[in-house]
């Protein structure tokens, strides 16, 4: 089992930018597909963004041209870069492991950060 550690959530004024990152716990974290998930208030869990173990990315047209999805294996870290964040943008952003970059079937959850868009 791969453990998630998120951090990089917090109050972001709408136009801002934040960066995610999510600390798996195993050094096999190489051969895996990551992804980025995130749960608006009411709403269902909805994917962001995927990255296959080779660096091939997905996205979600609502965050394509402003969420960038990056990872460096030597540091076993997938990184989120948000610009541009809008309102609707706030919600609990959860990394995952995940079965392909398309992000389909997740084996294993963070724990979720927080992130907020208001002026």
């Known amino acids: 089992q791969v453990q998630l550690v998120e951090s990089g959530g917090g109050l972001v004024q709408p136009g801002g930018s934040l960066r995610l990152s999510c600390a798996a716990s195993?050094?096999?974290?190489?051969?895996?597909?990551m992804g980025w998930y995130r749960q608006p208030p009411g709403k269902q869990r909805e994917l962001v963004a995927g990255?296959?173990?080779?660096?091939?990315?997905n996205y979600a047209d609502s965050v394509k041209g402003r969420f960038t999805i990056s990872r460096d294996n030597g540091k076993s870290t997938v990184y989120l870069q948000m610009n541009s964040l809008k309102p609707d943008d706030t919600a609990v952003y959860y990394c995952?492991?995940?079965?392909?970059?398309?992000?389909?079937?997740?084996?294993?959850w963070g724990q979720g950060t927080q992130v907020t868009v208001s002026s």
């Open positions: 195993r050094n096999i974290f190489s051969i895996y597909a």
């Open positions: 995952a492991v995940c079965s392909t970059y398309l992000c389909s079937f997740v084996r294993s």
């Open positions: 990255i296959s173990s080779g660096g091939a990315t």
